[in-house]
């Protein structure tokens, strides 16, 4: 076998590998469809989507996850709302702020809130925040909307601060040459010129975050409650949809209608999370600051 | 007129200090509510960690004793994380990196293993159930466990390899190639080597994630309580982040069992924040000492 032929066999073993990811994805869809979609024999899509009962093992049962869509949403709207301004500020703080120093440990320390496991972070919301937080607010329980969207913003926080860092480190130096040199302050420059200029990448970070917060599991199954209902207040319990799965997939019998109902609520959080992910990566794309000339 | 100049100057100036206190303000909450959490876990946990605690097994129902085969457990998937994610990464940040040509293929790649990056970790689940367990019949075992955290953790390790392969020197590739070796030669011999530390470092991050994983291994590797340990890849098996949410959540004597919980708890925050920290200082050590 000559040297071209060789290296042109290598090159494909190497497509094939990175082609490895992308069947991954199609296996996932073939997988959550596969199991999932036998219970749109028995529910209609519409019927599973916005029914407001959640009862899958009462007879007859009831499959309408609207309750732990809205409590999806809920727990991860209060979560980016504490996530935002902290993550951004503090990527403010790192990239335009800091000294050295502190930049360095900062850094290390955002990563290693990002490497905490979300079992310990579920278990600290549950041992530590909720009894405080039941005693002192005279609560039925502290297992709701607020500890939860707490805890998912801790582990929202690294994901937004890290890229928003990025974004902001991405900003070209003359740009705030020229603010300096018209006499604006820091905090104006900052303001007025570095975060237009790296708003694009900000929102990614946000889009990527609350895709985070969306998925993640342990937290909202040990934290949130799980109650479904829609909820009255920011202290009712809720069960988003992760939560459900993982709870009830231990106990259903194999192919059951609430076994395929778990899956089918997968295809639901599959979506959403990858409408995120596609939003995201549309809009570091298509709103990429490339030179001066589109501020 | 200059009065008002002044004021307005000061009035400017006001604004960036309070400005900065926030952001201060910000990136102090965020540590201190690292630091908190870390010395709960500790101040917790430290009474109840002893030799027999790390290499006994459970007792009583597990009220007491240790949780030697959930480390263990943790230890198999882990490797077997590695052992999935690792080739695979590295083969497939080669190929972005060195053989690619910019281009819809590329892409099309892309889009895919950011896509995967965000699939939510109870979906890697169902999708381990749904695949491994069921459609190949492996059975809720370590190799279904292994395969779906080495999925899971396959994204993070393509982008650390790309970062690092990216960072070794054009320069380096176009020495090599004009002395007439081959491309994949360079690759092996000249690209790769530089580019290993960095490819290892990065990965490290995504084995402190597959460690510490609940939700993926739930319905496709980890059990409740096994008397024995695992005989062969197709065993169930303990692990730690599983025994944490087990013991908090459905153990039989909850309240009773804190120590061991919190005990626990530390034992897998030490391994994952150990492992990260690892990556870290040698990264941190690697950048200082860069020959280019």
Redesign the interface.
């Given at each position: 076998m000559n040297?071209q032929t060789?290296?042109i066999i290598?090159?494909y073993?190497?497509?094939l590998?990175?082609?490895?990811?992308?069947v991954?994805?199609g296996?996932?869809v073939?997988?959550?469809f596969?199991?999932g979609l036998p219970i749109f024999g028995k529910v209609s899509v519409k019927d599973f989507l916005f029914g407001m009962e959640w009862y899958p093992t009462y007879d007859p049962p009831s499959f309408g996850i609207f309750p732990l869509i809205v409590g999806s949403l809920v727990v991860t709207l209060l979560a980016t709302l504490i996530a935002v301004?902290?993550g951004v500020?503090?990527a403010?703080?790192?990239s335009e702020?800091?000294p050295q120093a502190i930049k360095?440990t900062?850094k290390?320390?955002?990563?290693?809130?990002a490497?905490?496991?979300?079992?310990?972070?579920?278990?600290?919301g549950?041992?530590?925040i909720a009894p405080w937080m039941q005693e002192t607010f005279d609560l039925p329980t502290g297992l709701n909307i607020v500890n939860a969207s707490v805890i998912l913003a801790?582990m929202a926080?690294p994901t937004i601060?890290s890229i928003s860092e990025d974004a902001l480190y991405a900003v070209p130096r003359e740009f705030k040459e020229a603010s300096y040199a018209l006499g604006a302050?820091?905090?104006?420059t900052?303001?007025n010129v570095i975060l237009p200029a790296a708003i694009s990448g900000i929102s990614t970070a946000v889009m990527?975050g609350m895709?985070r917060a969306?998925?993640?599991?342990?937290v909202v199954?040990?934290v949130a409650g799980g109650a479904a209902a829609i909820p009255e207040s920011l202290f009712d319990s809720v069960r988003p949809m992760?939560a459900s799965?993982?709870a009830e997939?231990?106990e259903t019998p194999?192919r059951s209608a609430h076994y395929s109902s778990?899956?089918a609520i997968?295809i639901v959080?599959?979506c959403l999370?990858?409408a995120?992910?596609?939003i995201a990566?549309y809009v570091s794309h298509k709103f990429r600051q490339i030179g001066s000339g589109t501020l | 007129m200059q009065s008002s100049k002044n004021n307005s100057m000061k009035w400017r100036y006001l604004k960036q200090h309070v400005f900065f206190g926030i952001v201060r303000a910000s990136a102090l909450i965020i540590t201190l509510t690292l630091g908190g959490i870390i010395f709960y876990i500790v101040y917790n946990g430290i009474g109840a960690i002893s030799w027999d605690f790390i290499t006994k097994p459970p007792t009583h129902s597990m009220t007491q004793g240790g949780i030697m085969p959930a480390i263990l457990g943790t230890i198999y998937l882990t490797v077997g994380a590695i052992a999935i994610g690792l080739p695979l990464g590295i083969a497939s940040a080669i190929y972005l990196t060195e053989y690619a040509k910019q281009g819809r293929v590329i892409r099309f790649l892309k889009v895919g293993i950011n896509c995967l990056a965000g699939v939510p970790s109870v979906v890697f689940g169902l999708f381990g159930l749904g695949f491994f367990v069921i459609f190949l019949k492996f059975g809720s075992s370590i190799l279904s466990g292994s395969l779906t955290l080495g999925f899971l953790i396959l994204p993070t390790i393509i982008g650390a390899s790309e970062e690092a392969l990216k960072s070794v020197p054009q320069t380096f590739r176009e020495a090599s190639l004009s002395l007439g070796v081959s491309k994949w030669q360079t690759t092996y011999r000249i690209v790769l080597p530089n580019a290993m530390p960095g490819i290892l470092t990065g990965s490290i991050l995504g084995i402190g994630r597959a460690a510490g994983e609940t939700a993926p291994i739930m319905f496709t590797a980890a059990a409740y309580f096994t008397a024995k340990l695992p005989g062969s890849i197709f065993d169930e098996v303990m692990a730690l982040p599983y025994h944490i949410y087990v013991l908090a959540t459905a153990g039989t004597n909850i309240e009773a069992t804190r120590p061991i919980q919190f005990g626990t708890v530390l034992v897998l925050v030490a391994v994952v924040l150990g492992i990260d920290l690892i990556a870290i200082i040698i990264r941190s050590y690697m950048r200082r000492n860069k020959r280019w």
């Amino acid at each position: 076998m000559n040297r071209q032929t060789k290296e042109i066999i290598i090159k494909y073993i190497f497509l094939l590998f990175s082609l490895v990811s992308v069947v991954v994805l199609g296996l996932i869809v073939f997988s959550l469809f596969r199991e999932g979609l036998p219970i749109f024999g028995k529910v209609s899509v519409k019927d599973f989507l916005f029914g407001m009962e959640w009862y899958p093992t009462y007879d007859p049962p009831s499959f309408g996850i609207f309750p732990l869509i809205v409590g999806s949403l809920v727990v991860t709207l209060l979560a980016t709302l504490i996530a935002v301004p902290l993550g951004v500020m503090a990527a403010i703080y790192i990239s335009e702020i800091a000294p050295q120093a502190i930049k360095e440990t900062l850094k290390s320390v955002i990563e290693l809130l990002a490497g905490l496991p979300s079992v310990v972070l579920g278990f600290f919301g549950m041992v530590i925040i909720a009894p405080w937080m039941q005693e002192t607010f005279d609560l039925p329980t502290g297992l709701n909307i607020v500890n939860a969207s707490v805890i998912l913003a801790i582990m929202a926080i690294p994901t937004i601060s890290s890229i928003s860092e990025d974004a902001l480190y991405a900003v070209p130096r003359e740009f705030k040459e020229a603010s300096y040199a018209l006499g604006a302050t820091k905090f104006e420059t900052i303001i007025n010129v570095i975060l237009p200029a790296a708003i694009s990448g900000i929102s990614t970070a946000v889009m990527l975050g609350m895709a985070r917060a969306i998925g993640e599991t342990m937290v909202v199954l040990m934290v949130a409650g799980g109650a479904a209902a829609i909820p009255e207040s920011l202290f009712d319990s809720v069960r988003p949809m992760p939560a459900s799965i993982a709870a009830e997939m231990g106990e259903t019998p194999y192919r059951s209608a609430h076994y395929s109902s778990l899956f089918a609520i997968g295809i639901v959080l599959f979506c959403l999370t990858l409408a995120f992910n596609l939003i995201a990566d549309y809009v570091s794309h298509k709103f990429r600051q490339i030179g001066s000339g589109t501020l | 007129m200059q009065s008002s100049k002044n004021n307005s100057m000061k009035w400017r100036y006001l604004k960036q200090h309070v400005f900065f206190g926030i952001v201060r303000a910000s990136a102090l909450i965020i540590t201190l509510t690292l630091g908190g959490i870390i010395f709960y876990i500790v101040y917790n946990g430290i009474g109840a960690i002893s030799w027999d605690f790390i290499t006994k097994p459970p007792t009583h129902s597990m009220t007491q004793g240790g949780i030697m085969p959930a480390i263990l457990g943790t230890i198999y998937l882990t490797v077997g994380a590695i052992a999935i994610g690792l080739p695979l990464g590295i083969a497939s940040a080669i190929y972005l990196t060195e053989y690619a040509k910019q281009g819809r293929v590329i892409r099309f790649l892309k889009v895919g293993i950011n896509c995967l990056a965000g699939v939510p970790s109870v979906v890697f689940g169902l999708f381990g159930l749904g695949f491994f367990v069921i459609f190949l019949k492996f059975g809720s075992s370590i190799l279904s466990g292994s395969l779906t955290l080495g999925f899971l953790i396959l994204p993070t390790i393509i982008g650390a390899s790309e970062e690092a392969l990216k960072s070794v020197p054009q320069t380096f590739r176009e020495a090599s190639l004009s002395l007439g070796v081959s491309k994949w030669q360079t690759t092996y011999r000249i690209v790769l080597p530089n580019a290993m530390p960095g490819i290892l470092t990065g990965s490290i991050l995504g084995i402190g994630r597959a460690a510490g994983e609940t939700a993926p291994i739930m319905f496709t590797a980890a059990a409740y309580f096994t008397a024995k340990l695992p005989g062969s890849i197709f065993d169930e098996v303990m692990a730690l982040p599983y025994h944490i949410y087990v013991l908090a959540t459905a153990g039989t004597n909850i309240e009773a069992t804190r120590p061991i919980q919190f005990g626990t708890v530390l034992v897998l925050v030490a391994v994952v924040l150990g492992i990260d920290l690892i990556a870290i200082i040698i990264r941190s050590y690697m950048r200082r000492n860069k020959r280019w």
